[in-house]
């Protein structure tokens, strides 16, 4: 199966940490990639191959795997960090979905 | 600087046809595969397909397959999403992506264009 699932929204205190879940049987054969959207824009490609950030990704992101599940962790959530989050990773067939997204509150 | 830029925004009506443009610049636009995400209004993203464009090697999401076509000019560096009869559902943001995929691995997309906005409307 080829699809990846989210929680819809979750909240964090500011300064605290959140992690996001995402699951789905593809994720044990490829990696997750983690992007964050803001409302207007492109998305942003935040985590790759497990724990990789991108240049000038703070280092408060960060990713890891286990099993069917992939996890994105903010540590110490800034209000700056509050968007939409979206995971996505390859399946046995080609294709790359995206999972529904998870819109992070940081309070 | 490497990005990809999209073409402007586009207003028509259903049953007539479209392409939009993705160009690339500040890499080496054949041996990266580009793709097509949807994001209709107020939703999340939708992986549509991927080209190669050293071979025009071509891949559809199930979901979209046969409802649109994906082409690459690598002369130009440029990528395209094209369809022949819009229909009202097709109203929604589409960006364009780099892949960074081979056989064996899948590291995500790491540049995205701007995004074009395609309404469709009577």
């Known amino acids: 199966s080829s699809e990846l699932t989210q929680d819809p929204a979750v909240s964090v205190a500011l300064g605290q940490t959140v992690r996001i879940t995402c699951q789905g049987d593809?994720?044990?054969?490829?990696?997750a990639s983690w992007y964050q959207q803001k409302p207007g824009q492109a998305p942003v490609l935040v985590i790759f191959?497990?724990?990789n950030r991108p240049s000038g990704i703070p280092d408060r992101f960060s990713g890891s795997n286990s099993g069917n599940t992939a996890s994105l962790t903010i540590t110490g959530a800034q209000a700056e960090d509050e968007a939409d989050y979206y995971c996505n990773s390859r399946d046995s067939s080609g294709n790359h979905p995206f999972g529904a997204g998870t819109k992070v509150t940081v309070l | 600087e490497v990005q990809l830029v999209q073409s402007g925004a586009e207003v028509k009506k259903p049953g007539e046809s479209l392409k939009i443009s993705c160009k690339g610049s500040?890499?080496?636009?054949?041996?990266?595969?580009i793709g097509w995400v949807r994001q209709m209004p107020g939703k999340g993203l939708e992986w549509m397909g991927i080209?190669?464009?050293?071979?025009?090697?071509?891949r559809y999401s199930p979901s979209f397959h046969g409802q649109v076509t994906i082409s690459a000019d690598k002369s130009i560096s440029t990528a395209y999403l094209q369809w022949s009869s819009l229909k009202a559902s097709d109203t929604a943001m589409y960006y364009c992506?780099?892949?960074?995929?081979?056989?064996?691995?899948?590291?995500?997309?790491?540049?995205w264009g701007q995004g074009t906005t395609v309404t469709v409307s009577s």
């Open positions: 080209i190669y464009p050293g071979d025009s090697d071509t």
């Open positions: 992506a780099r892949h960074l995929v081979s056989s064996n691995y899948y590291y995500g997309m790491d540049v």
């Open positions: 593809s994720l044990r054969s490829y990696y």
């Open positions: 500040g890499y080496s636009f054949t041996s990266y595969w």
């Open positions: 191959a497990k724990n």
